[in-house]
Structures are given as structure tokens and as C-alpha cells.
């Protein structure tokens, strides 16, 4: 199976051939690297810009505005704080314009901890897109997810980011994508370029097919009937091995919901679980004050205050200003395995 | 003053035959009395209707004020000389907030300009959700204008690429202020348009009014010149007197050529003025002191006789009725209603399970 980083690179080629895809570009994202995770290796309109993450996000919003359809990438998450003002002018031009223009622009960026990156390299940006009305907010937790919401991504035609869990880009799938060969390194060989020097490489692209994934469509991870599980990202899969867990250890099952799409979110599904269970935890790794999952709470809290049995819960990253180098930092910083088992465990077994 | 000559074109037809030529300063460049009129005509209706806003601003009628009260000799000329249209075969406009002579220019009528101030459901622009002058108008490729400044300059660099691209002549126009020429976006511009082998046509104006809302310039700005920030990226550049149409039309018309030829960036530092402060939170009332571009301009059409003081009346009368009449009109129209607030934040979406059409309030 393909690994998170591959399906997206999968989908942006199956963009460039298919859904019009003119630039995919940000800093390192033409070659030789094709991206510091790989994600954009053997892109036929992939280029290097400047080392210029403002540049990037009005270069898109340029690119678009002629007609062009853009995917750019910021290198991190962790590098785009000093763009949030052109990201809250790309997600008003058409409000404020009174839609004279629409603004048809992807923006990509690994985002989450996971990979020991210390103060800059383990940021989340949810909560911060969350606020950027106009926009449309995405974070895939598997490939073939990555894959689908990137095809949506590219059509929509107003601005989506596409936040990449970066502890998870190196993970592969449990679902084949549309077209990937059988074999794991067959695919390898065909589109991952060679370490060293790859100026004579050139990828041989699978037959991908068309595979959407609708912008706003959450996903059961796993059906349960004790609690509801509301998650994404990194922390995601952690969820579902601690719901694995905890019914042979208890008999408690859960409903897993991946969420998927930050905005817009997929409150139907939120609602009926919550509905059907009474008991509620949300989990992120963003840090806890102002949280998104905050908001999800309000909306639980607002309209199913009379439903719960329990009172509902998050379980978020603490209120510090990063994520230390020394793994006892991280550890301690954002949700782990064994802390969300203990909280699922807890919202699932407290007395109504 | 300009260093310009201003030649009535049926004068210059003469000239070879022994009339002498009006001559104002010492340059070589001459626009035909039919052009000088247009300008003027332009000028003063940009004047009046930002005198007209101003007004509004005060009586209740609009809110916050900003315009551009002497910068129209300069954003005239570029508005008559920019290619209209929709698209990257035309030019691409990043204004700033006191281009309104330019949209004028245009063909756009007086009323869009009073619709906007007045904050209507009419407003073409922004439906009236923006500050008066920042417009927005896909036929024209006029981009919607921020009031954060110098955003824009990140953006022009990508409208440009796409009509490179394309081929053509289309120029993406991106004009901003002295003061925001400090923000790291104006160099952004000079970086992303002359990637090696990847140059683009923009053309960078820089309307230079010496002032930073209430701080000058020179207390806060070491360099002479701005356009010698271009020359380290190979950027040609010139200083013109942007108070002097004549002057000012020839440097647009040398910098468009360049950028619609070389299909690479110039940049334009036009000297304004700002006759009316920064906006109406310093008052917006006339400032002395400063050179208005029409008075100017009038003298020298006097002088050539290419107006007559009557005709001179007449435009300033037929600009007031017009901005009157344009108020009166506005001020019957509707004003937005509270349905209209979430209007036009998305476009319609085929992929989108939530919003597959406009934003209708959070997920439900």
C-alpha cells in the first residue's frame, strides 16, 4: 500500500493530468528534492520559489485569480504564522469583492508533532486555519484519505489547505489507491526518485483513477455504541487502537470518528453518535486554549446538553509555547497512546 | 513644474507653417489638446466625487473616508492606458486605495464610486461591505483592493507568470504607497518577478506622497530614491512627477512598453500629493502647502488656450451635478440586508458535502 506521502503526490501528478493543476510549488518543492518529505518528486509543474512563505501564498492567489490552477506548499506549518494575514485576504476576496473573484487555490502543509521537530517543526495549525472564514480545512489521517481530499482539494474552487500530519506521511495504508500497483516496491521503484543523484529520473506513473473524498464528510473509523471519539491527524490512529483495546478489555465499543475535514466539519455525523452514546471525547494535539475542539464542545454542549450522560471532554495539547527536543517534552506535551486510552476509558466507564 | 511641453495637437499640426509653439518647460513630449481635455475631465470628476465622499463621511451619509484627492493626474493616465478586459490576456490592476481616478478612467460611472461610499446592495464592489475605493471588478481585471497595504505585491508576480505564459502583452499593475514600501511584500515583489529565467511583467508603482498616515517619510526612510531598490534585481525604474499628466502619461507609456516587450518588471515612483490627509480619521480636510495637480494643469490649459475659463466652470458644474445626481440615485437604493451577510463566501462546490453552495451558517 501506498504511505500518506506517496498518495498525495499521487493525486497531485492525477491533478496535473486530469483536474488542470498549473503550479505546484513552495520552497524545495521542484527539483532535485521534490519536497522535504517527498511529496511533490517527479511533478511535472512543480518549481522552486523563493524562500518566501508570504511570496508563495500571493503567488498562488495571483496564479489563480489569471486562471490557473495552483497547489502550493508551506514547508511546515510551523513556517506559516507569518502568512496568516494573506491566508485571511485569500478567504475574503470573494466576500469582500462581492464575488467578482473566486479564488480556486490549494495550500498544503505538513502540520502536528511526531517526528521530533522540537519548537518549529512541531507545531499544529488547525485551530489557527479554523479561523480564516472563507477557507476550507482539511487533515487526512490515512493515503487513500490524503488522496481523495487532495482531488477535492484541486476542484474545489475556493481556497482549501490541506494540513499534512507529518507523523503520519510515512505511513501506509490499509485501502489500495485507485490505480497503485500491488507491490509496495514496485510503486517505490516506479515513483519515489532515487537517493543521490536523480538528474537523469523520471517517474513512471501508475493508471490513477478519480477518487473523491467530499470536503466535509467525516469518517467512521470504528462503530461503537458506548462513546463517541472525535479525532484527526496524528492522534487518530492512536484512537483506534486504544477503542481495539479497550473492547477486549472491557466489552466498551467505540465510535471513532475521523473528522477529516476541519471546516467545514461533519457535525451530522458528530451529532448522531453523540445522540446514540451520550458520551463524548474530543481529542487534537493543538494546543488547548481556544482549541478547535473547543468549538466542537460548544456545539455538543449547545445542542445535545440534555443527551449526555456524562459530562463531555478533550483531550487537546497542553498551553506551552512548544514541543521540546527531548522526547520527555513531547511526551508530556500532546495526547499519547496511553493518555487517550485512559480518557476513552474513563468517558466510557464513568457512572451516568 | 513639469519640465514637459504642452502642444495643442491642432497647434503641433500648425507649427511647420509658422505658428509658435506654446512651450511650458523644456522636455520633447507632447499629448494633443483632445487628451489634455479627457484628463481634465477625468481629474476633476475623481476630485469631486472624493469631495463628495468626504462630505458623506462627514453628514452621516457614509462612514470612514479614504481616496485619492492628488494623485488623479497620475492614476488618470494609467487608467486610459492600461488594456481592459477580463482575463491574462488583458492588464491585471493591484490598486491601492486611491485609484479612484484610474477606475474612472475606466468607464467606471461615478455612481459605483458614491453606491460604495454609501454602503448599498448596489455596490458593485463589495455589495457595501468595504471602505469607499476599494474596488473590485472581474471585467476589468481590477483585483479587490485591500486595505492592508502592500499584500498586493505578493499576489502580482502570479498574475504575471500566468500571462507570460500565455504570451500577449498583458502587464499586471501593482500600485502602493512610500510607506508600504517597508513591508517585506514589497520585496517579495522585486524577488518573485525576477526569478532568473522566470522574469515577469509587472509593472511596481509607488505613489510616492512622502507620508505614512501622520509620519513623514524622511523621519522614518533613509533612502533618496525608491525605485534604486529595484536596481540591485535589475528593475529599470523612473522618478516622475506624478502631479504632472503630461509627464506622468509619457513614464506610464514607457514603463507599459517595457513590461508589455521585455516581459519583465519596471517601476514607476510617481511624486503625488495628498490634499486631504490620510483619511477622514486625520480629518480629511485640505492640506496647504501641497501641489493640486488640477489648479496646476488648469493654468497651463488656460495658458495654451486649450481651455477658456468658462469651460473650465463647466466641467467642475457638470462633475458636481453628476456626483449630486449619483448620491441621490444611491441613496434610494437598498441597503444590504441581514440575509446578505454570509453572502458570497464560497463558490459553488461540487465536492463539498456541507456547502455545495454559498455559506449558509455553521454546519448543521
Known sequence: ?352 | MSSKTIVPASLAANGAAGVVLPQVGSGDEYLSAERCVELHRLMVRARVMEERTIKMSKSGEGYFWIGGPGEEAFNACLGLQVHKGQGPAFDYLNLHYRNSATLLALGMPMLDGIRQMAMRATDPHSRGRNFPGHYAKREWNVLPVSSVIEVRHTMAPGTALMQKRLGGDGVTVVTGGDAGTAEGDFASCLIWSTIPGREVPVLIVVANNCWGISTAACNVHSEKRIIDRGRAHGIPGEVVDGNDPVASWYAIERALTWCRTERKPYMLEAKVSRLYGHSSSSGALRVKGEVDCIEQFEKKLLALGILEPPQVAKVHEAAELEAEAALEQALTEPQPSPEDVEMFTYADSAVDAVYPGDYTGLPG
Open chain 1, 1 to 352: 500500500m501506498a504511505t500518506l506521502v506517496q498518495a498525495v503526490r499521487m493525486a497531485l501528478h492525477y491533478g496535473e493530468e486530469h483536474l488542470g493543476v498549473t503550479d505546484i510549488f513552495g520552497e524545495d518543492v521542484g527539483p532535485p528534492l521534490g519536497g522535504v518529505f517527498t511529496a511533490t518528486q517527479g511533478l511535472k509543474t512543480a518549481w522552486n520559489s523563493p524562500l518566501d512563505e508570504r511570496g508563495i501564498i500571493g503567488t498562488a492567489m495571483g496564479i489563480a485569480y489569471a486562471g490557473g490552477r495552483p497547489v502550493a506548499e508551506i514547508q511546515f506549518c510551523d513556517y506559516g504564522f507569518n502568512t496568516i494575514d494573506i491566508l485571511k485576504v485569500a478567504g475574503n476576496q470573494r466576500w469582500a469583492g462581492a464575488g467578482n473573484f473566486d479564488m480556486p487555490i490549494v495550500v498544503m502543509t505538513p502540520s502536528g508533532s511526531g517526528i521530533r521537530g522540537s519548537l518549529y517543526h512541531s507545531h499544529s495549525f488547525e485551530s489557527w486555519a479554523s479561523r480564516l472564514p472563507g477557507w476550507k480545512i482539511v487533515m487526512p489521517a490515512t493515503a487513500l484519505d490524503a488522496y481523495g481530499l487532495m482531488l477535492s482539494a484541486i476542484v474545489d474552487p475556493n481556497p482549501v489547505m490541506v494540513l499534512l500530519p507529518k507523523a503520519l506521511l510515512r505511513v501506509r495504508g490499509e485501502e489500495k489507491i485507485p490505480g497503485e500497483p500491488e507491490d509496495d516496491n514496485e510503486l517505490k521503484e516506479m515513483i519515489d526518485a532515487p537517493v543521490g543523484d536523480r538528474s537523469n529520473w523520471t517517474p513512471r506513473w501508475p493508471e490513477l483513477k478519480a477518487h473523491f473524498i467530499k470536503i466535509g464528510e467525516a469518517r467512521l473509523a470504528r462503530a461503537g455504541s458506548t462513546a463517541t471519539v472525535v479525532s484527526y491527524g496524528r492522534p487518530l490512529p492512536l484512537c483506534v487502537q486504544a477503542a481495539d483495546q479497550l473492547k477486549q478489555e472491557l466489552g466498551a465499543t467505540f465510535d471513532v470518528i475521523d473528522l477529516r475535514s476541519i471546516f467545514p466539519y461533519d457535525w451530522k455525523t458528530i451529532s448522531a453518535s453523540v445522540l446514540k452514546t451520550g458520551r463524548v471525547l474530543i481529542v487534537n494535539e493543538d494546543t488547548e486554549v481556544t482549541n478547535f475542539g473547543e468549538h466542537l464542545l460548544r456545539r455538543v454542549i449547545d445542542h445535545h446538553f440534555y443527551d449526555l450522560l456524562v459530562r463531555p471532554r478533550v483531550l487537546l495539547g497542553k498551553h506551552i509555547p512548544g514541543i521540546g527536543l527531548n522526547q520527555v517534552y513531547e511526551q508530556n506535551s500532546v495526547p499519547q497512546f496511553a493518555g487517550i486510552k485512559e480518557a476513552m476509558k474513563a468517558v466510557a466507564t464513568e457512572e451516568a
